[in-house]
């Protein structure tokens, strides 16, 4: 059995889509508990991904995709996950700021801890929520509609019908997010670059 991470640890988060790598980039532990996983990356991390943006065409092709370096850009991330849910919510800041950018619903198979750190897999589709949690929109809406229309998706699965099937509203207002300080979940790593610590690995 895989233990569980402390906090400040160095970890890789991959993307893992039918035993092929799709993406991998480095995070901090925040807290690894049996009711939340918190991550955090900053304005700086140096990630894996596509050489070219990942279409349904290119998850059908039987070659392994050409991971090339890149850069996280303008935002420090918190990723809140409640383990076994199929959605994480980034609390996303202005770099080296307070200011909140915006709540980012990012749905996603659940997360699977490895020995290296989680695996998971992007679905396509995202849900990004106002900083005063006055609205919302969907992200993503076509890529997410072809993958089901090929088949990476099952059409058993059921699309999500807003934000209500991954955090609580009232009407069309959010409700109920964690705190944009995050204090109430311990205190995050200081902001600036980093890269991997541990192996991206093999799947």
């Not at 991470?5 to 039918?18: C, N």
């Not at 993406?23 to 901090?28: D, H, I, K, L, S």
């Not at 039987?62 to 199929?86: F, I, M, Q, R, Y």
């Not at 849900?127 to 997410?144: A, C, H, L, Q, T």
Request: charged share 25%; hydrophobic share 35%; with cysteine.
């Amino acid at each position: 059995m895989l233990e569980h991470w402390q906090p400040g640890q160095s970890i890789t988060l991959r993307g893992v889509w039918r035993q092929k790598l799709w993406f991998a980039g480095p995070a901090r532990v925040v807290v690894d508990s049996p009711s939340l996983i918190a991550l955090y990356w900053s304005a700086g991390m140096v990630s894996k991904i596509p050489r070219e943006r990942a279409t349904a065409q290119t998850f059908l092709n039987k070659n392994d995709p050409e991971l090339v370096d890149h850069l996280w850009v303008e935002t420090d991330v918190l990723a809140l996950n409640v383990p076994g849910e199929s959605n994480s919510i980034y609390v996303m800041w202005e770099t080296g700021t307070k200011k909140l950018r915006c709540w980012y619903v990012n749905l996603e198979e659940p997360l699977q801890r490895t020995a290296i750190g989680f695996d998971t897999m992007d679905y396509e589709l995202d849900i990004v929520i106002n900083p005063d949690k006055s609205g919302w929109r969907w992200k993503d809406e076509e890529s997410f509609e072809e993958m089901v229309r090929v088949g990476l998706f099952p059409r058993q699965k059921p699309r999500p019908s807003g934000p209500k099937a991954c955090v609580p509203f009232t009407s069309s207002k959010p409700t109920n997010l964690p705190s944009a300080t995050a204090g109430s979940i311990g205190r995050l790593p200081p902001p600036g670059p980093f890269r991997f610590s541990p192996p991206i690995g093999k799947c």
